[in-house]
C-alpha cells in the first residue's frame, strides 16, 4: 500500500470523526460563533485537513482495539490457531507475490474504512440527537431531523459493520488460501 492510499484512507476516517466532533461542540456552544466563510475558505481547510489526518489516525486506532477485543479474535479463531501462523502466511505472500499483496492490501484498507465508519456513524447518531434536542427549536424539524437521522445512522452503521465483518473473514480466508498455494508452488 503506498503512503498516499494510507493517507488517503486515515483522512476518510478522520472527515467520519470531524462530523461527529463538530455536532458535539455545536451542541455545546452553538454555531452563532462560527463564521462560514472562513470556516470553508483555503487557509483554514489546509489546517482542517492536517488535523483530520490526524484524527484519522487516533480514531483508527480506537476502532481497531475496540474491534480487536470484540470481534475479531474470535473470527480470527475460525482460520487460525496463533497470530504466528497468520503472520507467517502474510509474510509469504508479500514476499512472493506482488498482485496478491496489493489485493490484500485493498480489502485491509476497505476494511480499516469500514471499521472507523461504524464507530464513527454510532457516534454521529449520538452527536446528532444531542445537536437536534439541544439546538433545533422548531419542533417538527427536531423530530424530523432526529428521527431520519437515527434511521440513517443506524442503517448505514449496520451496513459497514456487515462490510466490515464479511471483509475480515474475507482477509483470513484469502491469505490462508494464498499462502497455502504459494507454499505448494
Known amino acids: 500500500m503506498s503512503t498516499t492510499e494510507l493517507f488517503v484512507e ?23 460563533w462560527i463564521d462560514s466563510n472562513q470556516l470553508l475558505s483555503l487557509p483554514a481547510l489546509i489546517p482542517f485537513l492536517a488535523l483530520t489526518y490526524v484524527v484519522g489516525i487516533v480514531f483508527d486506532r480506537i476502532a481497531d482495539t475496540l474491534f480487536e477485543r470484540i470481534w475479531a479474535e474470535k473470527l480470527f479463531n475460525q482460520y487460525y490457531k496463533n497470530k504466528t501462523d497468520f503472520y507467517d502466511d502474510r509474510r509469504i505472500i508479500y514476499i512472493h507475490e506482488g498482485r496478491l499483496a496489493n489485493l490484500l492490501e485493498y480489502g ?23 445537536f437536534a434536542w439541544t439546538r433545533i427549536t422548531d419542533a417538527n424539524l427536531k423530530i424530523q431531523v432526529s428521527a431520519f437521522g437515527s434511521l440513517f445512522c443506524i442503517l448505514l452503521a449496520c451496513g459497514t459493520w456487515f462490510s466490515w465483518y464479511r471483509l475480515v473473514l474475507n482477509d483470513f480466508r484469502r491469505v490462508k488460501e494464498q499462502a497455502q498455494f504459494l507454499r505448494n508452488q
Request: proline residues 0%; contains cysteine.
Open 108 to 130: 485491509r484498507s476497505r476494511l480499516r474504512i469500514c471499521r472507523g465508519w461504524t464507530l464513527n456513524l454510532i457516534l454521529i447518531l449520538l452527536t446528532l440527537n444531542l
Open 10 to 32: 486515515l483522512i476518510i476516517i478522520g472527515m467520519g470523526s470531524a462530523i461527529w466532533i463538530f455536532l458535539l461542540i455545536g451542541s455545546i456552544f452553538g454555531l452563532s
